[in-house]
């Protein structure tokens, strides 16, 4: 099992750009996460999908778009990118229930917007 | 509103001595706490985790946690560290749904 994957692993972009980040897990996990992770701030997430076909804002929404393509894999895309989006962001899948169920964390992917 | 608070943003241990890692939470139910580490590029590990029952928790690579109720509190222990133990930790807290709430995160360096 490969766990969570994230593509790319770094990105540098120019203001205004766009970008997707893709997020596969081999779990057969039903939830899937979006978190940027900022220096001195934690991680905040910024949208989750509860199960294949749907999707809710989190704490951050605002400037990104997800999709849940099906069960396996969730994706962030940025529209236009903004130096207030670097960040490092982290991709996470659950099994839904119970609600105390850990979360499995993909490796990162680290982006620059210039 | 639901929080997650660890006080130190950097500690350091020497090698051997003894750690433990603050972290209080502000929320309404029962909470499910959990600790996770991170090394440096790397994504996020469980360390260990509280839903219920014993209020002392063992976790992996010889961590343990106690949550206190009345102090809003579930600290990270560890007798002692190991140089491999340096890395930044991170508390949080699951709300409904699963979602987590975390901790600015600590970042621990352990000295030879």
């Known amino acids: 099992n490969a766990g969570v994957t994230q593509t790319p692993k770094f990105q540098v972009l120019k203001t205004g750009q766009s970008m997707t980040l893709q997020c596969a897990q081999d779990?057969?996990?039903?939830?899937m996460y979006w978190y940027r992770q900022d220096p001195g701030m934690g991680l905040r997430l910024i949208y989750y999908?509860?199960?294949?076909?749907?999707?809710d804002k989190g704490e951050v929404p605002n400037g990104y778009n997800v999709s849940r393509l099906n069960k396996r894999e969730f994706s962030l895309r940025l529209e236009s990118a903004a130096p207030s989006q670097t960040s490092v962001y982290f991709c996470?899948?659950?099994?839904?229930?119970?609600?105390?169920?850990?979360?499995?964390f993909g490796p990162g992917t680290r982006l620059t917007v210039l | 509103a639901q929080s997650v608070t660890q006080p130190d943003i950097h500690i350091t241990v020497s090698e051997g001595a003894s750690l433990e890692l603050r972290c209080n939470y502000s929320?309404?139910?029962?909470?499910?706490l959990f600790w996770y580490v991170q090394s440096p590029g790397q994504g996020l590990q469980l360390l260990l985790k509280?839903?219920?029952?014993?209020?002392l928790v063992q976790g992996i690579k010889g961590f343990e946690a106690e949550f206190k109720r009345s102090q809003s509190s579930f600290n990270l222990r560890k007798p002692s560290v190991h140089w491999s133990d340096a890395a930044e930790y991170f508390c949080?807290?699951?709300?409904?749904?699963?979602?987590?709430?975390f901790g600015q995160g600590t970042e621990l360096s352990v000295k030879p």
């Open positions: 996470a899948s659950k099994v839904a229930e119970p609600e105390y169920n850990e979360q499995f």
């Open positions: 779990m057969n996990h039903n939830s």
């Open positions: 999908s509860a199960s294949e076909g749907t999707t």
């Open positions: 929320y309404g139910a029962t909470p499910y």
């Open positions: 509280y839903f219920s029952g014993d209020t």
């Open positions: 949080a807290v699951a709300k409904r749904g699963g979602k987590l709430i």
